[in-house]
Structures are given as structure tokens and as C-alpha cells.
T-cell receptor, first 115, second 113 residues
Framework: NAGVTQTPKFRVLKTGQSMTLLCAQDMNHEYMYWYRQDPGMGLRLIHYSVGEGTTAKGEVPDGYNVSRLKKQNFLLGLESAAPSQTSVYFC??????????????FGDGTRLSIL | GNSVTQMEGPVTLSEEAFLTINCTYTATGYPSLFWYVQYPGEGLQLLLKATKADDKGSNKGFEATYRKETTSFHLEKGSVQVSDSAVYFCALRSPNRDDKIIFGKGTRLHILP
């Protein structure tokens, strides 16, 4: 029962370094999402994808890029990390649904610190 | 635009107390409504949902009723346990925007033994 798997679970970067967070789901879901979670801010949508080869901006896309080359994978990239990107990052996926009633399935998160 | 407002925490209760976490929403049409729970160190998990007015979602002793007239979806539990300590998120999805879900900011719940 893997569900949504995020790697890595923890990472410390220096300002200006780049890295890629990987999200993989084994539920054949069309829709995938990247969120960041910060104290007092709840979840904020960074980017999302409604299918293989498609991506769209969310609420806070600046400083991040994404790719969805394969249906099961959704990658989040930081080209030049900044301390403001210190956060916990969550990936989620779900099926598209008539009536909008399908829930999202979340990974366990990636805790990222930028020094 | 669509939005979700939930009571700020933290909420601290003694074991076996009655719990209410308020949630109100703003949306056009008839959104689907959700409560998610996040236990320490984990991602969010769906707790319950309701898809139309007057529906009651329930799970693990928690309940929430979709109230169209008051645009609310308050979470309740009659007798909380220490294991219910977590962060609870109210959320909605508009039928016109099936691609996105809007989350509230979360309410942290502490249950004391």
C-alpha cells in the first residue's frame, strides 16, 4: 500500500543550491499537486498537474518549477534555493471526479531547510 | 472567490470532552466539503466528506453536517481521546473548479489525559 511516496524526507540546503523533490504515486491518479505548509499559513498550492505532460501554477509558484513527464511522477524543482523556501512540502494526488467529491491522497512530506 | 475559514487554535480539551471545531466557507454553487486530519510527522488524511446540502459525513466518531443555509461544516465529536490530538483542516472543492481544493489554515487540537 505505497500510495503517495515523497523523497527525500529531509534535506538541508545552502542558499543558491538547487534540488529536486520527487513525488511518486501508484494509484494511477490523473491529478497531482505540490503544497508547502508553513506555521499559521495552512497549506498553499505551489503547482499542480491535471495529467501527464501538463502543469499549472498554483497560489505560490515563484521560485519553483515542476515537471510531469510520467503519469506516476511529479517533480518539484528549486533552481536557486532561498531561506524563504524553508518549509514542509507535501505532494498529493487524486482521480478527477464528476461532482468534485474525490479526496486527495497525501504523501508524508519533505522537510526542507535552507541555510 | 472560494475560501474556507476555520477557528484558530490551539484547542485544548480533557479526554472525554465534547469537541467542536468551527468551519465556514464561501463558494459559488454547491461545493464538496471535506475534513482532513494531520497527525504529527505525517501527511493529511481524509477524515470525512459531504457532497450536498444536509449530508452528514462521519468517521471514527467524528461528524460534520453540510449546512447550506449557514455555509458551515463544523466538526464534532462527543468524547475525544488523547489519540485525537492532531491538526484538523477544513476544505472545499468547487464543482466549477474540479482541479483545485481550498484548505483552511488548520486547527491544532491537544487532548489532555
Amino acid at each position: 500500500n505505497a500510495g503517495v511516496t515523497q523523497t527525500p524526507k529531509f534535506r538541508v540546503l545552502k542558499t543558491g543550491q538547487s534540488m529536486t523533490l520527487l513525488c511518486a504515486q501508484d494509484m494511477n491518479h490523473e491529478y497531482m499537486y505540490w503544497y508547502r505548509q508553513d506555521p499559521g499559513m495552512g497549506l498553499r498550492l505551489i503547482h499542480y498537474s491535471v495529467g501527464e505532460g501538463t502543469t499549472a501554477k498554483g497560489e505560490v509558484p515563484d521560485g519553483y518549477n515542476v515537471s510531469r513527464l510520467k503519469k506516476q511522477n511529479f517533480l518539484l524543482g528549486l533552481e536557486s534555493a532561498a531561506p524563504s523556501q524553508t518549509s514542509v512540502y507535501f505532494c498529493a494526488s487524486r482521480r478527477p471526479s464528476p461532482g468534485s467529491n474525490q479526496p486527495q491522497h497525501f504523501g508524508d512530506g519533505t522537510r526542507l531547510s535552507i541555510l | 472567490g472560494n475560501s474556507v475559514t476555520q477557528m484558530e487554535g490551539p484547542v485544548t480539551l480533557s479526554e472525554e470532552a465534547f469537541l467542536t471545531i468551527n468551519c465556514t466557507y464561501t463558494a459559488t454553487g454547491y461545493p464538496s466539503l471535506f475534513w482532513y486530519v494531520q497527525y504529527p510527522g505525517e501527511g493529511l488524511q481524509l477524515l470525512l466528506k459531504a457532497t450536498k446540502a444536509d449530508d452528514k459525513g462521519s468517521n471514527k466518531g467524528f461528524e460534520a453536517t453540510y449546512r447550506k443555509e449557514t455555509t458551515s461544516f463544523h466538526l464534532e465529536k462527543g468524547s475525544v481521546q488523547v489519540s485525537d490530538s492532531a491538526v484538523y483542516f477544513c476544505a472545499l472543492r468547487s464543482p466549477n473548479r474540479d482541479d483545485k481544493i481550498i484548505f483552511g489554515k488548520g486547527t491544532r487540537l491537544h487532548i489532555l489525559p
